[in-house]
């Protein structure tokens, strides 16, 4: 059974870069039969899509953005740590948020979370 | 940026039946691709409760069921449970945006 964690910092200046890792277990990130993403929720709000990245096998990976966030976006996979990874640069206080990371399975379904972490932008 | 509109609240006291709506500010959401919706209880993170406008996961009660007419989407719940009391977002694409995932506004479901 797969299963997600994010880990990263709980706090981040403003106009500073919000880094978030995602570890996954029981499973691999170089799987065909996934794409992983990144999802957000402000305290009090809805979802948010950020991203998702696949990881084809062929030493490439094909990146998804939500074109809100696509200027200010990065990100990864590690398959020595089987992670990926969340890069998003020049935060301000409306980048608070619960941040999940998720499996986009080839349904195009989010069907495993992460419980998800909270990113505070403050100085 | 969410194209997808629900309801903010719908409350119904234990063994009714609720309707969440999903509607598509254009009728290339809802009519393209699949919905599927997302139960979140308070403080966990969402879970998959219908995919592909009208099935169910593995262990997700019956009385959850989806429907997609083509331009609106919904969710109802047939019996209403006090465990169901949760937030629940439909998500889609979006063909316009080049298959942009978005989810719904979100409800707040109140077992009475």
């Known amino acids: 059974q797969v299963q997600l964690q994010e880990s990263g910092p709980g706090q981040v200046k403003p106009s500073q870069t919000l880094s978030l890792t995602c570890t996954v277990s029981g499973g691999s990130v170089s799987s065909s039969d996934s794409h992983w993403s990144w999802i957000r929720q402000p305290p009090g709000k809805g979802l948010e899509w950020i991203g998702d990245?696949?990881?084809?096998?062929?030493?490439?990976?094909?990146?998804y953005y939500n074109p809100s966030l696509k200027s200010r976006i990065t990100t990864s996979v590690d398959m020595s740590k089987n992670q990926f990874s969340l890069k998003l640069r020049s935060v301000t206080a409306a980048d608070t948020a619960v941040y999940f990371c998720?499996?986009?399975?080839?349904?195009?379904?989010?069907?495993?979370w992460g419980q998800g972490t909270l990113v505070a932008v403050s100085s | 940026q969410s194209v997808l509109t629900q309801p903010p609240s719908v409350s119904g006291a234990p063994g009714q039946r609720v309707t969440i709506s999903c509607a598509g500010n254009?009728?290339?959401?809802?009519?393209?691709?699949?919905v599927h919706w997302y139960q979140q209880l308070p403080g966990t993170a969402p879970k998959l409760l219908i995919y592909?406008?009208?099935n169910r996961p593995s262990g997700v009660p019956d009385r959850f069921s989806g429907s997609n007419s083509g331009t609106s989407a919904s969710l109802t719940i047939t019996g209403l449970q006090p465990e169901d009391e949760a937030d629940y977002y439909c998500?889609?694409?979006?063909?316009?945006?080049?298959?942009?995932?978005?989810f719904g506004t979100g409800t707040k479901v109140t077992v009475l």
């Open positions: 998720a499996r986009l399975s080839m349904t195009d379904v989010f069907d495993i």
């Open positions: 990245i696949f990881y084809s096998g062929t030493s490439s990976a094909t990146t």
């Open positions: 592909d406008n009208n």
């Open positions: 998500q889609s694409y979006v063909t316009s945006l080049k298959g942009v995932c978005v």
């Open positions: 254009t009728s290339d959401i809802v009519t393209d691709y699949y």
